[in-house]
């Protein structure tokens, strides 16, 4: 199946990481250490958890490691939604990318239940 590089929805949240730096950079001073490192943390969290899970040697593991980025991503839409609510930055765009990112998260979870119910 190749590596965690050749997966779409792992390329789409690397980038996606970059898109979160550049806004927590416009918050203000005082959301440094509450929003800014929480966005950042749930930010790098999907494609790290993806990368990890997909380095296991099981696909149970591999499905773990996944459902934890899937966790994340659900976190760092709520993130979006309060910096929205509290008129720091305009987030449909994000909040778009990430619906992707989680679809197509939700896509390679549903192939690996598959393909591990094969083998079994």
Known sequence: MGTHKDLDVWKLSIDFVVEIYKITHRLPDIEKYGLCSQMQRAAVSIPSN???GSAKSGSKEYLH?????LASAAELETYLI???????????REQQALGT???KLINLIRYLKKQSQKTS
């Open 82 to 92: 309060i910096i929205e609510r509290l008129n720091y930055v305009e987030t449909s």
């Open 65 to 69: 490691y996944l459902h934890i980025a």
């Open 50 to 52: 993806i990368a990890e």
């Open 101 to 103: 990112i989680r679809s």
